[in-house]
C-alpha cells in the first residue's frame, strides 16, 4: 500500500495530464484510428491518437483542465480564479443587456383559390350486370347461401379504394370540423352548385333526391293512363320524403289520376325526432294518399327486431295478395352526415340497417321489381358483402349519386333493377341469423361473405373499386371547395343559381316554382 510516507507516491501530482476515458472521445471512431490498439476499447489511450487525425485538440471532450505535471494545488487555485475573472468579462451584466426583438411567424398561406370546372350535370348511370361477363359468375340461390359465414374481418383501404385517397379524405373531413358550424354550412352552400335546388315543393331534400334518381333509371312508370296500381315500400323514410314524391309522381304520370300504394316503416320511438315520424299530411288534397304505416309489434318501427320485419312481411303480402310491390325504397342512416359526428363512422354505423332493410326488401318486393337503397362509404368488407349480395340477387346495379346529394359527403345510392328471387325464405332466414350476431358479444361481425369471393369475381370487385375512387376524388374536390370558402366567405359563386335550378327542374320534369 501506498502511504504519504512514501516520496514517489507524495510527490504524484493531484490532476494527471491524461484525462478519465469518455465516449466522447470514441464516438465515431474506427478501426483505423486505433491502429496500435486493434479495437481492444479497454486498452483505449486519448493520447496515442493516430497523428492523421482531423479531429481538432480543441475539440476533444476534457472534464478537468490540463495541467503540467509540476504544477501544484496552489497554483491550480489561482489558475482557476483566473478563469472566473475572463468569464466575468466575458459576459455582461444581465442590465446590459437590450431585448431582442422576435418577429411573430407569417400568417399559414389561404387555400389555393382553383379556377371552377366546368359544371358536371351527368350522373353514374354504369350498370353491373351479374353473369354478363367472363370474370362475372352469377350463383344459384343455393350457391349463394352457402358462401354466408359471419367472420372477423380487418380493415383494408386499397382493397376497394385506395389508401392515399382514403387518409386524404379523412384529413380534410377532420378540417373542416374544426371551423364553426355556422361557418362550415355556409362554405358548403356556397361551394355546392346544387345546393340552390332545395328541396323545392315537397317536405324536404329527400323527396329531390328520388326525383333526380327516378328521371334517371325510370324508377315509376313514364305514363300511366291505364288506371294500374303502383304499388311501392318506404322503409326508414321518415318523415316521408320518398312516399310523397312517389305520390305526387305517379299522380302527374296518370293525368293527374294516377293511383299508387304505399307501405312504410320507420322508427318511432320516444326518443326518436318527431322528424324522422311520417307527416304525409301535407300532401295536396288533390292527390290520392293511399298508405298503410307499419310499426311492427312492438310499436316501435325498429327493423332490428327481426319480429317487426315479419310483421310488415305479412301486412304487404296480404294486402298484396302475396304478389309483391314494384318498388321498395331504403334511406335510412344510423349518422347524420351534417352533424359533428365523425364522417367515416357512417359506413360503420349503417352497415346493420342496411342489411335489415335487404332483408325486408327481400320478404315484400315482387320478382322483376326495383330496389334503391342508400349506402355510404364502400371500404369495409362488411359494406362490399352487402353489396355482393344485391349484385347477385338482381340482374343489375348501378351505385350513383344523385346531383342533389351532397357532394362533401359520402352518401351515395344503389339502384338494383329485376330482382331474382321472389321471397327466398331460406336466404331471409340466413340473413336474419347475420343479424342476431350483432347482439352476441362473444361474435365480431366482420364480414358475412369470404373476401376471396369477392377478389375471384373480377368484374365485381373491379366495378366497386372504381366507382369508390371516382366518388372520392370528387368528394376531395368538394371538400378543397369548401376550404377556399371558408378562408373567404365573400368570394363569388362559380356557377350561376337560377341556370343551374332551371336546367335541373327540366330534366326531372318537375314543375318550376313551388
Known amino acids: 500500500m501506498y502511504t504519504d510516507a512514501d516520496p514517489d507516491y507524495r510527490d504524484t501530482p493531484v490532476y494527471s495530464g491524461i484525462p478519465p476515458p469518455s465516449l466522447r472521445d470514441i464516438q465515431g ?3 483505423s484510428r486505433y491502429n496500435d490498439q486493434q479495437g481492444d476499447l479497454s486498452r483505449y489511450n486519448p493520447q496515442s491518437r493516430h497523428p492523421s487525425s482531423t479531429r481538432n485538440d480543441d475539440m476533444r471532450y476534457n472534464p478537468y483542465p490540463t495541467h503540467n505535471q509540476g504544477i501544484r494545488h496552489a497554483d491550480n487555485r489561482s489558475h482557476y480564479q483566473q478563469q472566473q475573472q475572463q468569464q466575468q468579462q466575458q459576459y455582461p451584466a444581465s442590465s446590459q443587456l437590450h431585448p431582442v426583438a422576435v418577429e411573430a411567424p407569417p400568417p399559414p398561406p389561404l387555400p389555393v383559390s382553383k379556377p371552377a370546372p366546368k359544371l358536371d350535370m351527368r350522373t353514374s348511370t354504369d350498370f353491373l350486370d351479374c353473369g354478363k361477363e367472363d370474370t362475372s359468375t352469377q350463383l344459384s340461390l343455393v350457391d349463394l347461401l352457402s358462401h354466408i359465414h359471419v367472420a372477423p374481418a380487418q380493415v383494408d383501404y386499397d382493397f376497394l379504394c385506395s389508401n392515399d385517397l382514403v387518409r386524404t379524405a379523412m384529413e380534410l373531413r377532420i378540417k373542416g370540423r374544426q371551423v364553426p358550424d355556422d361557418v362550415r354550412a355556409l362554405a358548403k352552400t356556397r361551394s355546392n352548385p346544387f345546393d340552390c335546388i332545395g328541396k323545392h315543393i315537397f317536405m324536404n331534400r329527400d323527396a329531390m333526391k328520388l326525383a333526380a334518381l327516378d328521371a334517371t333509371f325510370h324508377l315509376t312508370p313514364a305514363e300511366n293512363h291505364s288506371g294500374k296500381m303502383f304499388t311501392f315500400a318506404d322503409l326508414c323514410g321518415g318523415p316521408g320524403g320518398f312516399s310523397e314524391y312517389l305520390f305526387w309522381r305517379v299522380h302527374q304520370s296518370g293525368g293527374g289520376g294516377g293511383q299508387a300504394r304505399g307501405y312504410g316503416m320507420t322508427l318511432q320511438s320516444s326518443s326518436t325526432p318527431d322528424h324522422s315520424h311520417w307527416h304525409l299530411e301535407n300532401i295536396p288534397s288533390n292527390i290520392t294518399v293511399n298508405f298503410t304505416q307499419v310499426d311492427g309489434i312492438d310499436g316501435t318501427g325498429n327493423l332490428y327486431k327481426k319480429a317487426n320485419i315479419l310483421e310488415f312481411d305479412a301486412v304487404v303480402s296480404n294486402n298484396t295478395k302475396k304478389r309483391g310491390v314494384d318498388l321498395v325504397v331504403a334511406d335510412g342512416c344510423q349518422q347524420d352526415e351534417s352533424s359533428s359526428s365523425s364522417n367515416e363512422s357512417s359506413e360503420t354505423g ?24 342508400k349506402f355510404f362509404d364502400i371500404f369495409e368488407e362488411f359494406s362490399a358483402d352487402l353489396v355482393w349480395l344485391l349484385y347477385q340477387l338482381f340482374d343489375a346495379i348501378c351505385i350513383t349519386k344523385p346531383l342533389t346529394s351532397d357532394p362533401s359527403n359520402s352518401e351515395r345510392y344503389i339502384v338494383c333493377k329485376k330482382l331474382r328471387f321472389q321471397h327466398p325464405t331460406k336466404l331471409i332466414d340466413a340473413l336474419l341469423s347475420v343479424n342476431d350476431a350483432f347482439d352476441d358479444q362473444d361474435q365480431h361481425v366482420g364480414c358475412f361473405v369470404p373476401r376471396h369471393i369477392l377478389e375471384k369475381d373480377e368484374a365485381f370487385s373491379d366495378y366497386v373499386k372504381m366507382r369508390n375512387m371516382k366518388f372520392l376524388l370528387k368528394q376531395i374536390d368538394a371538400l378543397e371547395q369548401m376550404e377556399t370558402y371558408i378562408a373567404d366567405p365573400n368570394r363569388p359563386m362559380a356557377y350561376s343559381e337560377a341556370k343551374v335550378q332551371n336546367q335541373c327542374l327540366q330534366e326531372w320534369n318537375l314543375q318550376a316554382g313551388g
Open 350 to 373: 349503417s352497415g346493420r340497417l342496411i342489411l335489415c332493410q335487404i332483408i325486408t326488401m327481400l320478404t315484400c318486393l315482387k320478382q322483376d321489381g326495383s330496389f334503391v337503397c
Open 29 to 31: 471512431s474506427s478501426r
